[in-house]
């Protein structure tokens, strides 16, 4: 009986009183602690990563539950975190893992397959509507009389197409090789690539810009700036930004992007929902509308 008694006072489901007893732990961690995987090295350089960790404590308090973020995870066992991880896992002391900015963990991973232990992807559990972001981040240009459009996008990815798709709705005046994929270790080019831009005579250099991506951000209008382009006279600028953590900048900008504590309360909706289940939780994603400055609360 000791033995068992103290096994559940290493996992948090008991708490000895003196001289009163053994009590069940109001907040067991099976049912109240999880574990939020980030891939190695990533959240240094990225911002949505970091809005997260920005907004993580407070919205996790609002649903009585607590996180340990896992901030060099990689899954294998060589990993100290994989190793960590799974180590909690089997003193009953995490109730759920999350993940994020990462592939699906591989079904040979051993977190993948604990008995108990719900697996939630918190990048499927959303849906950023990249179409509505398209259309709003072109129509406030459009409507400030702006036509001639560049984009900058990190990588190429699926919102560079949207805001391609709508060129002809919007009547713009952008040749297609203004709508410029970033790779994702070569941003600082993102500088280069605006000053190419505005070396363009007037007439025949964009007067709007959208920056697509805030890592993205600070590099662009580094090139904004050197190249002396008048803003917001004769270049206009929207860019985007992870709620609430806005990008700053001494230029004029106007930001829009997706609240970040939404997708975060979407994913740990979904651990609670998932409590004692095993595996990866196929959910149906919440869709998030983009927001710009004076729409955000």
């Not at 209008?221 to 990008?247: K, M, Q, T, Y």
Request: hydrophobic share 40%; aromatic share 8%; glycine share 6%.
């Amino acid at each position: 009986i000791n033995a068992c008694i103290k096994l559940l006072k290493h996992s948090g489901l008991v708490v000895g009183r003196e001289r009163a007893g053994v009590f069940v732990t109001e907040k067991p961690p099976i049912l109240s602690r999880f574990a939020l995987l980030m891939p190695k090295d990533a959240l240094q350089h990225n911002r949505y990563l970091q809005t997260i960790m920005a907004v993580l404590g407070d919205e996790s308090a609002k649903k009585g539950v607590d996180f340990e973020v896992f901030q060099s995870f990689e899954p294998h066992e060589d990993n100290p975190d994989y190793r960590k991880v799974l180590s909690q896992m089997e003193d009953m002391r995490i109730g759920g893992v999350a993940h994020v900015s990462m592939p699906s963990l591989p079904d040979s991973c051993q977190i993948q397959r604990f008995p108990g232990v719900p697996v939630v992807n918190g990048s499927t559990v959303v849906h950023f509507d990249q179409a509505a972001y398209a259309y709003k981040a072109s129509a406030y240009l459009v409507s400030r009389g702006k036509r001639r459009i560049a984009v900058l996008s990190q990588d190429r990815s699926p919102l560079l197409d949207k805001f391609l798709s709508g060129r002809e709705k919007f009547q713009m005046e952008s040749p297609e090789q203004w709508f410029i994929p970033v790779g994702m270790s070569s941003r600082e080019g993102a500088s280069n690539i605006c000053r190419i831009l505005l070396d363009l005579q007037q007439g025949k250099r964009p007067n709007g810009l959208i920056i697509t991506d805030d890592n993205l951000v600070d590099h662009a209008l580094a090139g904004v700036f050197r190249s002396r382009v008048a803003v917001p006279e004769d270049l206009e600028i929207v860019a985007h930004c992870n709620w609430p953590n806005p990008v700053t900048s001494v230029i004029p900008i106007k930001r829009i992007g997706f609240d970040v504590r939404e997708a975060v309360n979407a994913m740990i909706d979904a651990l609670l929902k998932a409590r004692g289940r095993t595996g990866l939780q196929k959910t149906a994603p919440i869709s998030l509308s983009p927001k710009f400055e004076e729409e955000f609360k």
